[in-house]
């Protein structure tokens, strides 16, 4: 194993307050979301969508690595140049998406197993051979009636190890995902529970595995409530002569019911918890939470807790990164530069996010 070459990789990957640009979705994935905007679900389309972001001016400057997929990996540019050559030239890292899907887990409704094991030295070795140093793997664990297992969870975190630890002996840093999804309408102290018990099984297989934590990036959720989680009632007890009463406060919508701080708190006392300390980075995912509250809870936990954590709080982000810019392109020409602008800010937002230094004021420059 090139621990060296690993830990320089892990470490170049957290450093000067830059994060990843997840760009990894698989075909059928990219097509639901080219669908959605009546743009044209082509090799062609999904080439040109990924030259518009390889070739964003001045991407480097927030981005330290993208993850790419094995069609992208392949691609080129219309004028020939290989998006690897592109990246090379603007200081990123190229990085690959390794599993190969979610598949249902036997005998566990509503439970995915990652598959993408078999095979898998070979294809990180025509990887590293291509240039990609690190890799990403992504297990999903959902919330609901009696779920997640305990065996849901294991099977996840072994998949995830053996990975890592293949990774590793290929000279690939490995990008470890367990995402616990917010589809549902688990609260943010279930999130909490869940995440930590995750993490703590995710770690338990990496050290089995033998996995140098030195040389690996986790890449988790934040811990948020349930995309259906219900109004939330905050109720006061109110004690009038000997009797005690119930007064209702408030009703809140979802999205205002987690404050920024509540989040912030929250993620990190799970992560404080759970990740050792010899871990260079974290990077979440987001989720599909809004690209502003993904900048603001980022900006929230580096600003309260920067200075006391073992760890860098970065972002490996698709959706709350490259979603306003797929909007704008719409699958047109004349929209690339736009959409690359708009590219560009969320890049530039999440980077001011790891500093403490995202504000909303941003949003409207
Ligand atoms: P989102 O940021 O859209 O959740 O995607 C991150 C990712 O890489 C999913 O595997």
Redesign the pocket.
């Known amino acids: 194993m090139n621990t060296e070459l690993l830990i320089d990789t892990a470490k170049k990957l957290v450093a000067d307050n830059k994060g990843l640009l ?1 760009m ?1 979705e698989s075909n059928p994935t990219c097509n639901q979301r080219f669908a959605k905007l009546n743009i044209p679900q082509t090799v062609e389309a999904r080439r040109a969508y990924r030259e518009l972001i390889v070739t964003t001016p001045g991407l480097g400057e927030s981005i330290s690595g993208v ?1 790419l997929y094995d069609e992208t990996i392949r691609q080129s540019k219309k004028d020939g140049t290989p998006f690897l050559k592109v990246l090379a030239d603007a200081g990123i890292i190229p990085g690959i ?1 390794v599993d190969t899907g979610a598949k249902d887990l036997a005998a566990h409704p509503g439970e995915k197993i990652t598959e993408g094991l078999d095979g898998l030295r070979d294809r990180l070795k025509e990887y590293f051979q291509m240039g990609a140093r690190f890799a ?1 793997w ?1 297990a999903v664990i959902a919330i609901g009636e009696g779920i997640p297992t305990r065996s849901c969870i294991e099977a996840n975190a072994h998949a995830l190890a053996r990975y890592a630890s293949l990774c590793q002996e290929a000279g690939l840093v490995p990008v470890v ?1 367990p ?1 616990v999804l917010m589809d549902g309408d688990h609260t943010l102290e279930q999130c909490g529970e869940v995440t930590e018990q995750v993490l703590r099984t995710a770690f338990i297989q990496l050290n089995s595995q033998r996995v140098m934590l030195e040389g690996m990036i986790l ?1 988790p959720n934040m811990v948020l409530p349930g995309f259906t989680c219900p109004p939330h009632q905050e109720v006061e007890e109110v004690a009038i002569g000997e009797q005690q009463f119930q007064v209702r406060l408030t009703d809140r919508q979802p999205e205002e019911m987690e404050d920024v701080d509540e989040v912030a708190n929250v993620t990190v006392k799970s992560l404080w918890r759970t990740v050792p300390a010899a871990v260079p980075g974290i990077a979440f ?4 939470q809004s690209a502003e509250l ?1 900048s603001a809870r980022l900006n929230t936990m580096n600003l309260r807790f920067k200075s006391r954590l073992p760890w860098a709080l970065a972002f ?7 979603q306003p810019a797929l909007e704008i392109w719409q699958g047109k020409e004349a929209n690339v530069k736009a959409a690359q602008q708009a590219l560009l800010h969320r890049a530039r937002c999440n980077r001011a996010a790891r500093r403490g230094e995202y504000t909303a004021a941003m949003e409207r420059t």
């Open positions: 997840a990894d993850i998406k990403k992504r995902e995402e890449k995912l987001s989720g599909g993904a490996s982000f698709a959706r709350a990164i490259q």
